[in-house]
């Protein structure tokens, strides 16, 4: 177990992280939440090896969830740190894709997954990149969904990360999964390290 302590986008963060088999758990307490509105980006991965498209940006993450889910959560915070830290919230986005369909989505029978949330500042601040895929990750040590790309706004720009319906993130220096790469993460990350900070080209999920 390893103390640290970083100061990103003006706060000051005590992190603790632990490091299990292939995953672990950043938990990270913030003297302040961001409450001001902040973009956000939906993009939905295929299973296997996505092509190359650019994720749907919204002026705040409240839009940008409400389009993801098809209208099934239309009262999400308006920024995305602030949803990251609400517990209930965050507990309501673990459900997607096991509970009956809402909104718009009851229409078609269909709610999709929410696999990973990634963030261009530490502890979950700046602009979110929201991943929604048909189903769960596997969870066999193989690779369920993969970006080739995360896209120009995200290149060398992520910084935390939360994974969900049972998928871990695998980030990658370079395009098309090449260069040096994190190695599987699971769960709440506030920070993804020194050595891959702003560095991410690519994404692995399994």
């Given amino acids: 177990m ?16 632990t490091t299990l088999g292939l995953g672990g758990v950043g938990i990270a307490s913030a003297s302040t939440t961001d409450t001001k509105p902040t973009k956000a980006c939906v993009q939905t991965v295929q299973a296997g090896k996505s092509k190359p498209s650019k994720p749907t940006c919204y002026p705040n993450y409240r839009a940008a969830i409400a389009a993801a889910t098809h209208g099934g959560i239309t009262d999400a915070p308006v920024s995305a740190q602030q949803a990251a830290m609400n517990k209930n919230f965050q507990a309501r986005l673990a459900r997607l894709g096991k509970s009956a369909p809402q909104g718009k989505a009851a229409a078609t029978g269909e709610t999709p997954y929410l696999l990973a949330q990634f963030y ?13 895929g048909a189903g769960a990750c596997e969870r066999d040590n193989g690779t369920d969904y993969q970006r080739p790309y995360v896209g120009d706004e ?12 049972d998928c871990r993130a695998n980030l990658h220096e370079d395009r ?15 920070y993804v390290g020194d050595a891959m900070n702003d560095r991410t080209s690519s994404i692995e999920l399994g």
């Fill in 2 to 17: 390893k103390l640290r302590s970083l100061k990103a986008a003006g706060i000051t963060l005590a992190v603790t992280c």
């Fill in 120 to 132: 261009t500042e530490a502890n979950y601040g700046g602009t979110a990149l929201v991943y929604m």
């Fill in 154 to 165: 995200f290149n060398d720009a992520i910084s935390s990360l939360k994974t969900y319906s």
């Fill in 176 to 190: 098309d999964f090449q260069g040096a790469n994190i190695g599987w993460l699971y769960g709440e990350w506030d």
